[in-house]
C-alpha cells in the first residue's frame, strides 16, 4: 500500500509522455523538417535528429514525475523500488507500442530503437543521477 503513489505516479508519467508526443508530432517544427529534407531514406542522418527530440521528451518528463513524487510526497519510499515501480507502466507502453528495441540495420531503426530503450528507463536514470549528486554532495562535506 505504500507504494501506490508510485504505481500511480507512473501511470501520470506514462499519460503525459504519449500526449507530449501526440503534440510534439503536430506542433514540432522538426516533422516540417524531415519532411523537406530531399532524398529521406533509411540511412540519412537527419534521423540522428529526431532520435534527440524524442530522448529529451521522456527524460525531462521523468525528471518533473520523479521530482513531482519526491517534493509532494515525502512521507513515502523514494528508493530503488518505488523508482521501478513509476517506470513499469512507461516501459510496458513503450514495448507495446515500439516492440523490443533490436532492429539497428539502419540509422532510422537504431534511432527509433536508443529513444525506446531511453525512454524505458528514463525514471531509473534520473534516479541514478539524483543518488550520484547526493553522494557527491556528502562528499564534498567532508
Not at 527530440?53 to 513531482?68: E, K, N, Q, R, T
Amino acid at each position: 500500500m505504500k507504494y501506490l503513489p508510485a504505481i500511480a505516479c507512473g501511470f501520470l508519467l506514462t499519460a503525459l509522455i504519449s500526449y507530449a508526443f501526440v503534440l510534439s508530432a503536430s506542433y514540432s517544427p522538426l516533422h516540417s523538417y524531415l519532411v523537406s529534407t530531399p532524398e529521406l531514406n533509411a540511412h540519412n542522418s537527419a534521423w540522428l535528429l529526431l532520435m534527440f527530440h524524442d530522448s529529451v521528451i521522456p527524460l525531462i518528463l521523468a525528471v518533473i514525475a520523479v521530482s513531482f513524487y519526491r517534493k509532494l510526497l515525502p512521507s513515502y519510499p523514494f528508493n530503488l523500488q518505488a523508482i521501478l515501480l513509476i517506470q513499469l507502466p512507461v516501459t510496458i507502453v513503450i514495448i507495446m507500442s515500439n516492440g523490443l528495441p533490436n532492429k539497428f540495420a539502419s540509422t532510422y531503426e537504431s534511432a527509433i530503437s536508443i529513444t525506446s530503450v531511453i525512454a524505458s528507463i528514463s525514471v531509473l536514470m534520473v534516479f541514478v543521477v539524483i543518488i550520484a549528486y547526493k553522494k557527491h554532495l556528502n562528499i564534498d562535506k567532508l
